[in-house]
Nanobody, 115 residues
Framework: QVRLVESGGGLVQAGGSLRLSCAAS????????MGWYRQAPGKQRELVAT???????NYRDSVKGRFTISRDNAKKTVYLQMNSLKPEDTAVYYC?????????WGQGTQVTVSS
């Protein structure tokens, strides 16, 4: 059973920063694409950022230049550095592991940005 455990969420003022981490319990972490998604109350879950096994990254437009996704294959961990946070970034953030025939989600971590 693959587990994804997120950490690093919390309450921060607008303009502040947070770093989310997601540790995966899977044997060959480096083979898989990883992603961060978020879901605000009353809204659908949306893609925030992804990183492939080759470390190619992709971001939604609203976070470009503010958020950075990265991975440490030795630690089997993916990170999301979030800078210049805005109230509209408030959501539960979920980690995702994706590959051929596999798709796993973490339990989510709350990020709240106060104005």
């Amino acid at each position: 059973q693959v587990r994804l455990v997120e950490s690093g969420g919390g309450l921060v003022q607008a303009g502040g920063s947070l770093r989310l981490s997601c540790a995966a319990s899977i044997s060959i972490f480096s083979l898989y694409a990883m992603g961060w998604y978020r879901q605000a109350p009353g809204k659908q879950r949306e893609l925030v950022a992804t990183i492939t096994s080759a470390s190619i990254t992709n971001y939604r437009d609203s976070v470009k230049g503010r958020f950075t996704i990265s991975r440490d294959n030795a630690k089997k961990t993916v990170y999301l550095q979030m800078n210049s946070l805005k109230p509209e970034d408030t959501a539960v953030y979920y980690c995702n592991l994706n590959g051929i025939g596999v798709n796993y989600w973490g339990q989510g971590t709350q990020v709240t940005v106060s104005s």
